[in-house]
């Protein structure tokens, strides 16, 4: 007979690996598919210090403790995989993995994560590494007394920001529009710190330079003109977007192409149930994820439990 | 000691011998970082495919990682990690900045061939 697993969990974020944790210990045959590195966007976390019931950890130790959890639980993991096909509209579901691997699951769970949005500018992929970077807690240290462009407006462009100034002789924050999108915090700190200028209502056209950055040029999106500012590296952080294009003709997105979900994580075809940062919601934290893995997970086995799929899997 | 699942790079000597016994060596020289952690776990992934490679972590922060630091080949890096790939004891690629599988497998491939 051939190997169906009750549910397929497709990311191993957060919100993946709880559903993982929650579906292997209700017995269910578990299987989890992830693209990239297992822990999705929080590994990137360096400090978490608000998920109820743990002290002070990062991202990366809470999302290993989540895998372990999984795996002793008997859920499968395999990552680091290139998804190239979903076929989720047959009562068994197909995901086809590396061009060549399918693997059949009962119901499904989307738990497909973020990504950080990049520019996509000329010059932004030829100089990531020499110049570009998406970290100033790990590429800071480089660009000690020089002087860097950071593109963004909001918690994150600007706590970075603060943390880059340490290393950097001057920073030069761009953002598209006339006021920031961070709390007030954060504002406060970035607007307080001498080595810090502001460039607003402007984005990057491009990014020039020979064995490293040299300079980028920016549009003024009122005049649009545009100029040009010598600098010595750029660090992006403008947010992220919902990993959905592996699904966008056939789960129902809403106008920011986030899947849309019922209270129970239900899409909008049987069996096929989404949580975490790909589903339309306000709040996204690592504790709102776990929350909808969980639902997914447990709606996944009520599901199974009343719906043919197991049946005539089981007489079969 | 980063905490990987992979082999650690020690010491200058310790990179040395391991250069000296091998044929085929990966390093992946960071911190426990977003742009690092990536590149470990493809690395752990990859073991067993590549078992004509061997790979290695070593941490940035220890005072032996010049010689990879210091590496003429990563002149002008300015992204963690620092990846090297080695050939009977010489540098053939040398990498910065997060890589993803595609990356790695690319350069994996083409300086020591693809796994049987």
């Known amino acids: ?316 | 000691m980063l905490m990987t699942n992979l082999d650690h790079v020690e010491s200058a000597d310790n990179h040395k011998k391991i250069l000296e016994e091998n044929e085929n060596v990966m390093i992946c020289c960071g911190r426990m970082g977003p742009m690092c952690m990536p590149v470990y776990d493809i690395m752990e992934e990859l073991q067993d495919n590549y078992t004509n490679v061997k790979f290695y972590d070593m941490d940035f922060d220890s005072s032996d990682a010049h010689v990879i630091r210091n590496a003429p080949e990563c002149a002008g890096f300015m992204g963690l990690p620092f990846v090297m790939y080695y050939k009977n004891g010489k540098v053939v690629q040398a990498k910065t900045s997060i890589q993803n599988m595609d990356q790695i497998t690319s350069v994996l491939n083409e300086q020591f061939g693809k796994p049987e």
């Open chain 1, 1 to 316: 007979m051939e190997d169906i697993y009750d549910v397929i969990i497709l990311g191993a974020g957060p919100a993946g690996l709880s559903a993982g944790i929650y579906a292997s210990r209700a017995k269910l045959k578990t299987l989890i598919l992830n693209e990239g590195t297992v822990g999705g966007q929080v590994i990137l976390t360096h400090e978490i210090a608000n998920y109820p019931g743990v002290e002070t950890t990062n991202g990366f130790k809470l999302v290993n403790t989540m895998k372990k959890q999984a795996k002793e639980f008997g859920c499968i993991i395999k990552a680091n995989l290139n998804v190239t096909g979903i076929n989720l509209l047959n009562k068994i579901k197909e995901i086809k993995v590396n061009g060549s691997d399918i693997y059949k699951g009962k119901t499904v769970i989307l738990a497909l994560g973020g990504k950080p949005r990049s520019l996509n500018i000329p010059g932004e992929d030829d100089f990531k590494g020499r110049g570009v970077s998406y970290c100033a807690t790990c590429d800071g240290e480089f660009f000690t007394g020089k002087e860097v462009v950071v593109v963004g407006g909001g918690n994150s462009a600007l706590e970075e920001s603060v943390s880059l100034a340490k290393y950097a002789s001057k920073l030069t924050v761009v953002h598209q529009f006339d006021h920031f999108q961070a709390q007030r915090h954060y504002i406060d700190m970035a607007k307080n710190n001498p080595k810090i200028n502001f460039i607003m209502g402007s984005e990057l056209r491009g990014i020039e330079g020979e064995a490293s950055v040299k300079k980028v040029k920016i549009e003024n999106l009122t005049t649009g003109q545009i100029s040009e500012l010598n600098t010595d590296g750029v660090f992006i952080f403008i947010g992220y977007s919902a990993n959905v294009d592996k699904v966008k003709d056939t789960i129902t997105l809403n106008s920011r192409s986030e899947i849309v979900v019922d209270n129970n994580m239900k899409t909008n075809i049987e069996g096929v149930y989404a949580a975490g940062d790909c589903i339309e919601k306000r709040y996204r934290q690592v504790t709102t994820a776990v929350a909808d893995g969980t639902i997914a997970a447990l709606s996944v086995s009520d599901y199974l439990m009343n719906s043919t799929v197991s049946k005539e899997a089981i007489l079969n």
